[in-house]
């Protein structure tokens, strides 16, 4: 995949319309959604749908990624995993400071969708993001979510699309503020703006005058064109009719996400594109200076810098039956470098530490299968299989993610199981055991809160009763393991929080799961 980001002299003539063609700011074979800068416009925030490193892979609705931008150009983008859940996730607005990252949707506690709707804020610590606090909007209603939303810079007027008992079509634009008192009930913004079709990813002007929306009614050159309407008092019902943009940015392709930046319009497009949609950028004023065109990281395999060999090892290639495993440890929040812990474990276990660039190389036999626990102070402990005999190359590329340690953080320990309807372990257990109690001794001052759940099925008081073993068989390995029993409480709550839809097995099977929280 290669990524561009390109700046440009642009200019508008007399007439209002664009002097030059637009230029790609950011290009995959995925569909790139909702882009939003940060007020200095050093981050670019937008959500990706379909990659397969979202954290629901290929099917998951939409993650947000995140892209800075250095004196040396644009990072690598990546997936800002503290803000991503199951549902559609996009950033809608920061603050003036930038320490505010406002979002779409509901969150519960854990970090997974909420069963309320609405908008979310989360606040840099100078660490990472907080966990995304819900703001509450009444009567707010989208039966489309994904359809687009953005906040003011002040945080106070909410200009977003949905599909409502009060919409004309399948979506119409709506406006909600913020006063002492809270959100304001929604305003439907009337048939100038809205009509029988889609009217998505509306954008409100810095002086809260001009509307930006794409459309998809008749008149249109593609199959969704940018289309803007002027406000005409302080009602918010009364607006100018809609008007296609004027100029060459439609196309006959699909154009939506527009919104302003200072002297710069971003928004997405199919044009020229390979039929998902890219971001694009361009400028509104002839004395805006960018520098010459600058790439961002191309997606390459990882970008692990090349480490020296020992004696033992060619240079080129590992020696014959062997297979390298090259690995990088990062951030999930920023993704930056960590100089972890990696325990190698095969029929034996070692150590060894990732360089300051968060690289680390390890050569093991083509018929083992090799466990990977990453390991740091500060961060929760990750591990990874890799199974060395399937390997088709000599040479593997592993990305190991850690999550900061923040109190309210949710882990869920997906390869903890038990003897069905027993709260006895199975020995797959013990490596993710393991894993947790090395966590808990690297860092001492943290309290946990375990927590046992069942699916739906059978009696309520034998699930309850059930959990309730489970959790205590947990804590009591953990106990064993040097762990002192007053870092950790613990409680089963059966079937009474699903994650996951009873209905099928596979719901089912997710439901059915132990957990632990950080408390302190």
Do not use: C
Request: no cysteine; net charge neutral.
């Amino acid at each position: 995949m290669r990524v561009i980001i390109t700046f440009l002299v642009l200019s508008l003539g007399a007439s209002g319309l664009w002097a030059q063609e637009n230029q790609l700011i950011y290009n995959s074979p995925f569909d790139e959604q909702a882009p939003v800068f940060s007020p200095d416009g050093t981050l670019l925030f937008f959500t990706v749908s379909g990659h397969p490193n979202n954290g629901g892979g290929k099917k998951d609705l939409g993650d947000i990624w995140m892209t800075v931008r250095t004196a040396g150009g644009w990072s690598r983008p990546e997936p800002l995993i503290v803000l991503n859940n199951s549902a559609y996730n996009a950033v809608i607005g920061l603050s003036t400071n930038g320490k505010e990252l406002y979002l779409y949707g509901h969150y519960k506690a854990d970090g997974s969708p909420a069963d309320t709707q609405g908008i979310s804020v989360s606040r840099w610590s100078g660490v990472g993001w907080s966990r995304p606090e819900n703001s509450y909007i009444p009567y707010f209603i989208n039966r489309s979510p994904g359809t687009g939303a953005r906040l003011s810079a002040d945080g106070k007027i909410l200009v977003y699309s949905a599909s409502a008992p009060t919409s004309y079509g399948a979506e119409d634009i709506y406006i909600a503020t913020l006063s002492t008192e809270g959100w304001s009930e929604p305003v439907h913004l009337g048939r100038e703006v809205n009509g029988p079709y889609q009217e998505v990813s509306p954008f409100l002007s810095e002086d809260g005058k001009t509307l930006y929306f794409s459309t998809n009614r008749p008149g249109t050159k593609g199959s969704y064109d940018i289309y803007l309407s002027e406000r005409l008092d302080d009602s918010w019902r009364n607006w100018s009719a809609a008007k296609a943009l004027p100029g060459s940015l439609n196309t006959e392709s699909r154009e939506l996400y527009y919104a302003t930046n200072g002297n710069w319009v971003v928004y997405t497009t199919t044009r020229d594109s390979d039929g998902y949609g890219d971001i694009r950028i361009m400028g509104v004023e002839d004395s805006v200076k960018f520098n010459p065109p600058v790439v961002i990281a191309e997606e390459k395999p990882l970008p692990i810098p090349e480490k020296k060999p020992t004696p033992d090892m060619e240079e080129a290639r590992p020696g014959k039956g062997l297979v390298r495993i090259q690995g990088l440890v990062v951030s999930a929040d920023t993704g930056s470098p960590i100089p972890a812990t990696i325990l190698v474990k095969t029929l034996g276990t070692k150590t060894i530490t990732a360089d300051a660039n968060g690289a680390f190389i390890v050569e093991v036999t083509k018929e083992e299968m090799v466990t990977l626990e990453a390991d740091y102070k500060g961060f929760i402990s990750r591990s990874e299989k890799v199974d060395a005999a399937q390997a088709k190359r000599q040479i593997l590329e592993v990305r190991l993610v850690l999550q900061p340690a923040l109190i309210g953080t949710v882990v869920t320990l997906s390869s903890v199981l038990f003897h069905q309807s027993s709260a006895s372990l199975l020995s797959e257990s013990y490596d993710e055991l393991d894993m947790v109690a090395n966590f808990l001794k690297l860092n001492p001052e943290i309290r946990i809160e375990l927590s046992g759940h069942t699916d739906n099925r059978g009696d309520r008081t034998l699930n309850l009763r059930l959990s309730n073993e489970r959790v205590k068989k947990v804590k009591g390995y953990l106990v064993g393991k040097g762990i002192e029993s007053s870092r950790i409480q613990g409680k089963g709550y059966g079937g009474t929080k699903p994650v996951a839809d009873n209905r099928t097995e596979e719901g089912r099977r997710l439901n059915r799961r132990v957990e632990f929280k950080i408390i302190k």
